[in-house]
Each structure stands twice: as C-alpha cells, then as structure tokens.
C-alpha cells in the first residue's frame, strides 16, 4: 500500500506546549501556568449580541470577508488605536481567529525558495505556517540582554536575496518583550532598503503595559508593505469564538481572500455580531483585565527576585520567561520534573524555538490565588534544586 501521508507535514514536529497540557488534565490538584487563554468570562454585553443574533436567526453565511459593520467598526479601531486608516471594503478581511490570518497570509505571499525571517522564541505556528506555504524559514535568535527584543543589526545579518517576509511578533509570545518606536522605526529603515514586506502579528496590542502599543504600519511607507493581524481571543476573552482579522494593502488581501473563500467561506456569523459589540463597547473591560493582568505581571516580576530567579521584566501581552540556566537541566527536563514533584505546569521554553533553552513560559492569564500557590511551589522546587546542587 502506497503512504497515504505527505512527507512535508510528516516532518512538522505537533506543537510543544500541548502533551504538558494532556498531562496536567491527568493529574489530580495540578496547577497550569502554560495557557495562554485569558481566565476572564467573555464580557456579557459581548454575550448578549451573540445570543440575540441568535435569537433573531442570523445564522446565514455572511459575505467571505466579513460582514460590512464588522469591517467598518475594525477600520474606526485600528485609526483610533494605531493611527492607520484602511479601507473596509479592500484592505480588511475578517478570520476564524489570528492563527488563519497568519496562514492565508503567508500562503498568499510566498513562493517556492521564499525566505520568511522568523525571530524566536515566538508563536509555534509561524515556523510550521511558513513551510506550509512552500517558504522557507529562516530563524533570528533574539537574545535576553537586548530584552528580547529584535535589533537592526539582527535583522540585517539575516536578510538574503531570497527574503521576502519579515515575521514581527509583538507584543511577544512567549518572552512578553515589546518593540518600541524607536526600535521599530531602525528596523522599518531596513526593511524598505531591502524592498521586504512584514506581518505583524499584533494579537497582544491590547496588553502592553508600559505606554501605548505601536504598530510598524504606522510608520511612513510601512503600510503598503505591511501585513497587520490582530484579533478577539486576548483583548476581549474570546478564545472560543474564533475570531481574528487582517488589515492589508488591497493586492495582497484580494489573493488572501481567494484562499478564505475555497479553505473557510467566512468566520462564524454569530462571533462577528457578537465582536462588533466588543469594538464598539468593550474598552472599559480591556481596560480592567489589563489592569488586573499588570497587577499579577508585577506579582511575579517580584517573587522571582525574591527567589534569586533571573528575569527580564516583560511588558506586553501576559506571559513572563524566567532563566532557569542556574540549575544545570535543559528546559524540557525542568518543566517535566516541575510538574511531577510540584504538580505545577509550566511550557519549556524549546517549545517556542531552539534559542528558548535555558527558560520557561508561564502564563499569568490565572487567578493570584493560583499564582501565589503555584510560586509557593517553584519556591521550594527550585530552593530543592539549589540544595542537591550545593551537596554535589
């Protein structure tokens, strides 16, 4: 029998964070710190426009790219928030949630040979996207000291006559790192030296804690170059409901389109009414849940110094990525004995990238009852560690 199975998707590696996740259901009186879902409810007044779309049977597919007030609200946003105008009828397109927008965008973009510049530790779905679009993916390394942040210099090194798209994920999954307008505005200067195009994956915008969020489209003679993803899932709680936009110039939507209309026909109808309502209304509860994720962010940030535990101070979306390279113990070695003699469940950082060795990701999307039992834990863990070490 002839194998039934394409070789290039045989040799993706399935993501790193779940098999920890399938172990912690197992596991009685286990804590998670490794999703990255928002612990808040969906807003009610979100709920509500879902339930009465419902109610009164709209449940019809609505036009491939999204429904007309969906894309008109988004536009108004993105003006308000970024200080980009797009037109709603040409350059924005509505997503079953940020990760299709990554992928339709790529698969639009790339041809065979194609080098897409990934920086890690990010998002697992951007290396994996990448080969599936026939590119191929070259990996910059961002470094602890430079806050992990990507740097001009970086970013020049990696580029050949082969690149054609920059990856730019920030706010970061997982590091928390944020890129300043200042940084952003060195690296747009080689980005158009280089005549390369960027998708900006900026589904944390809403979570950035230290002044406002920047969006490299904004810049001058970025945005006709620059892919921008956003979406519901973090800002607004909506992880279920699966919905993600994208905003781009009219060439590139139209053929993103085309495969969203074969692959999709449309994002869900009755989370579209239901997000119209989160943009129009849903600023004051961004506001709290930023609030209260900051106030845990500052927990955390100041046990581990307590702890003698090296860590940057992230300041964007909700994740922290402590050093754990004291202890001697790759990360994947770490997190497995974490979780098997503390009961507690953290995501190596290998799971986001090679250069994630040596650090953890842990999600402070819980409660701060939750995350005070579990740093009670990594407490003494980690004082355990530094004792067999000490004795040899």
Aim: proline share 5%; net charge negative; hydrophobic share 40%.
């Amino acid at each position: 029998m002839r194998n039934p199975l394409s070789k290039r998707i045989v040799e993706i590696e399935p993501s790193g964070i779940r098999k920890f996740f399938d172990i912690v259901n197992e596991m009685e009186d286990a804590i998670s710190l490794g999703v990255g879902e928002p612990d808040f409810d969906t807003p009610w007044h979100i709920r509500d426009e879902g339930i009465f779309s419902l109610e009164k049977g709209r449940t019809f597919y609505t036009s491939n790219a999204g429904l007309k007030e969906l894309k008109q609200e988004i536009a108004k946003y993105i003006y308000r928030k970024c200080d980009v105008t797009y037109d709603y009828k040409k350059e924005i397109m509505v997503t079953v949630g940020g990760s299709e927008a990554i992928d339709i965008a790529m698969r639009a973009m790339l041809d065979p040979g194609d080098e897409v510049l990934i920086p890690q530790p990010s998002y697992v779905s951007y290396e994996p996207c990448a080969i599936l679009a026939n590119g191929t993916p070259v990996i910059i390394e961002l470094k602890e000291e430079n806050e992990f942040r990507l740097t001009k210099e970086e970013l020049e090194a990696a580029i050949t006559p082969k690149t054609k798209l920059l990856v730019l994920p920030f706010p970061n999954n997982p590091t928390g790192a944020v890129m300043e307008r200042k940084d952003l505005e060195e690296i747009a200067e080689v980005i158009k030296e280089h005549d390369i195009f960027v998708l900006s994956d900026e589904i944390y915008a809403e979570l950035t804690y230290c002044g406002e969020h920047v969006s490299i489209a904004s810049l001058p003679g970025m945005k006709e170059r620059t892919v921008l993803i956003n979406g519901f899932s973090k800002a607004y709680a909506m992880t279920g409901w699966r919905l993600g936009y994208a905003c781009a110039p009219a060439e590139i939507l139209e053929q993103m389109l085309k495969i969203h209309q074969f692959a999709i026909m449309c994002a869900p109808t009755t989370s579209q009414y239901a997000a119209i309502s989160a943009l129009r209304n849903g600023d004051d509860d961004v506001m709290k849940m930023r609030e209260e994720y900051n106030e845990r962010r500052r927990y955390l940030v100041h046990r581990f110094k307590e702890m003698g535990l090296q860590c940057f101070e992230p300041f964007g979306a909700f994740y922290i990525f402590p050093s754990i390279q004291e202890f001697g113990m790759t990360s994947e070695e770490f997190a497995n004995r974490f979780l098997r003699e503390e009961k507690v469940a953290v995501v190596p950082g290998t799971a986001f990238g090679a250069c994630g060795e040596g650090f953890l990701r842990i999600s402070y999307a819980y409660s701060l009852d939750n995350l005070k039992m579990a740093l009670e834990r990594l407490e003494h863990f980690i004082a355990h560690l530094r004792e067999e070490k000490k004795n040899g």
